[in-house]
C-alpha cells in the first residue's frame, strides 16, 4: 500500500550490518523517501552512509516509540545483526505501539556442507561446556559481547578475534587478540587457525560472505566448530536480501 504523503516518507533503517549500509546506498536519492540509519555505537565504523545518521540506544520499548513519534518515522527495516535481539524485540514492541510499518532483513543462516564438523549449541553458554570435548586451543569469534561466557575456562587458550581493540582487557585468563574487520578469506584464515595451533572453532551463525572464510578454513583442515544458532525472531514480515527490502520499501511509497 502506498503511503499519500506530501511530505517525504520517513525510513528508518537499524543498522550496524553489511546489509543496513548497503540499504542506505541503495535507496539513496529516492524522490519522496528522507532516509535515517541507526547504529548502536559499539564500534567507529560504517558511518560513511548517505542521508541522515543517529548514534546510540534509543532507551527501550519506550525510547523508542517515542524516537518514532518525535521523528516523524513512516516506515522501519530492522536490518540488524540476526543476534542482535534485544533491539529486534524491542523494535517489533515499539513499531506495534506506535503503528509503524516494519520489515526484518535478516541474511540466511550458514548451512553446512560435506567435510564440515559442526556442533550445534543454543547459546555461547552452552558452548562453553561443549569445548571440554575439544583440545585446548580455541578459535573464539563470537564478538566482545560474548566472552564473558567462556571466563571460567582457565585450561583453554583463547584465540579472540575483534573488529577493534577493546577499551578494557578481555576477561579471559588467556587469551591472544587479532583484531580485523570483514571481508577475510579462506587461506588467510587458514594460516591464522594453523599459526595458532587451533583445536575447535567457535561462531554464532551470523550468515553473510564476510565472516565465512573461517568456517571454509576450518573445513579444509579438519578442524571442529562449535555453531551457536541464531535467537528466536519476534512475527513479522521477513526478507532475506537488500533488494527486497528495497522493493518493499519502494511498494510503499508507491515506486
Ligand atoms: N550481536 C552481534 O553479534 C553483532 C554483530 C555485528 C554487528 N552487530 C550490530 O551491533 C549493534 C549492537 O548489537 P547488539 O547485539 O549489542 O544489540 P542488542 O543486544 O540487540 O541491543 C542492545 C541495545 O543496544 C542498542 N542498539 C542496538 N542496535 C542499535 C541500533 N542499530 N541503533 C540504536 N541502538 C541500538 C539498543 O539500546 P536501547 O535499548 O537503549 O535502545 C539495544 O537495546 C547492532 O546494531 C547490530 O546490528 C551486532
Redesign the pocket.
Known amino acids: 500500500m502506498a503511503l499519500e504523503t506530501a511530505t517525504p516518507t520517513h525510513l528508518l533503517i ?4 553489511a546489509e ?1 549500509a548497503a540499504l542506505a546506498r541503495r535507496l539513496d536519492g529516492v524522490p519522496g523517501l528522507q532516509v535515517t540509519s ?3 555505537g ?1 564500534t567507529t565504523g560504517g558511518r560513511d552512509l548517505p542521508g541522515s545518521l543517529r548514534v ?5 520499548v519506550d ?2 516509540a517515542a524516537y518514532l513519534a518525535t521523528a516523524e518515522i513512516d516506515l522501519l527495516v530492522d536490518a ?2 540476526p ?6 524485540r ?1 523494535a517489533a514492541a515499539a513499531c506495534a505501539a506506535a503503528g509503524v510499518a516494519r520489515l526484518r532483513l535478516q541474511r540466511p543462516a550458514w548451512q553446512p556442507m560435506t567435510g564440515d564438523r559442526w556442533e550445534y549449541v543454543d547459546a555461547p553458554a552452552t558452548a562453553a561446556p561443549a569445548l571440554g570435548r575439544h583440545g585446548a586451543n580455541v578459535f573464539l569469534a563470537t ?1 566482545r ?1 560474548d566472552l564473558a561466557a567462556f571466563s571460567h575456562l582457565g585450561d583453554k587458550h583463547f584465540l579472540v578475534r575483534l573488529v577493534e581493540s577493546p577499551q578494557a582487557p578481555l576477561e579471559l585468563a588467556h587469551a591472544t587478540l587479532v583484531t580485523g574487520r570483514g571481508p577475510f578469506r579462506e587461506a588467510e584464515d587458514r594460516a591464522l587457525l594453523q599459526k595458532h595451533a587451533i583445536d575447535v572453532v567457535v561462531t ?1 551463525n ?1 550468515g553473510g560472505d564476510g565472516a565465512y572464510a573461517k568456517l571454509a578454513a576450518a573445513r579444509a583442515l579438519g578442524l571442529p566448530v562449535v555453531m551457536i544458532d541464531r535467537p528466536p525472531e519476534p512475527e513479522g514480515e521477513t526478507v532475506a536480501s537488500v533488494n527486497d527490502a528495497r522493493d518493499w520499501v519502494l511498494a510503499r511509497i508507491g515506486r
Open positions: 537499524l543498522g550496524g550490518t543496513a541507526s547504529l548502536a559499539r546510540g540506544g534509543f532507551g527501550g525510547g523508542l540488524t545483526h543476534f542482535a535481539a534485544e533491539i529486534t524491542n564478538g559481547s554464532k551470523s
